[in-house]
């Protein structure tokens, strides 16, 4: 029996535009990651961070972004997209009550 190995973990390297749009209430991500395969392609979000990982020639490279301003969380409204070697995330957020 074969075992692989992990991929090796590097820094991003891929384009990335983040917006926050406040009177939308949402986060926008895009990243270009053209020619990954989509499988090669995660997206986890929590209530307070976002975080991409790619996997290409056994190289991980994985971004964490946590931009939002003080009080926010995610909500449940998300939405991640792989089209054409573009990924775009769109995340509703919402005050957080104490």
């Known amino acids: 029996m074969s075992s692989a190995s992990p991929p090796e ?3 991003f390297p891929y384009p990335t535009q983040v ?3 406040g009177r939308a209430d949402e986060l ?3 990243v270009d990651v053209a020619p990954t395969a989509r499988e090669d392609v995660t997206v986890e979000a929590g209530a307070r961070r ?3 990982a790619v ?3 056994g190289t991980l490279a994985e971004r964490t ?3 939002l301003p003080a009080g926010h969380v995610f909500g449940d409204d998300r939405e991640a997209v792989y ?3 573009v990924l775009s995330v769109t995340l ?3 005050e957080r009550w104490r």
């Open 50 to 52: 976002l975080r991409i």
């Open 19 to 21: 917006v926050y749009d």
């Open 65 to 67: 972004v946590t931009p």
């Open 92 to 94: 509703e957020t919402v």
């Open 9 to 11: 973990t590097t820094s």
């Open 55 to 57: 996997t290409r020639d």
């Open 28 to 30: 926008r991500v895009a």
């Open 83 to 85: 089209n054409h070697g």
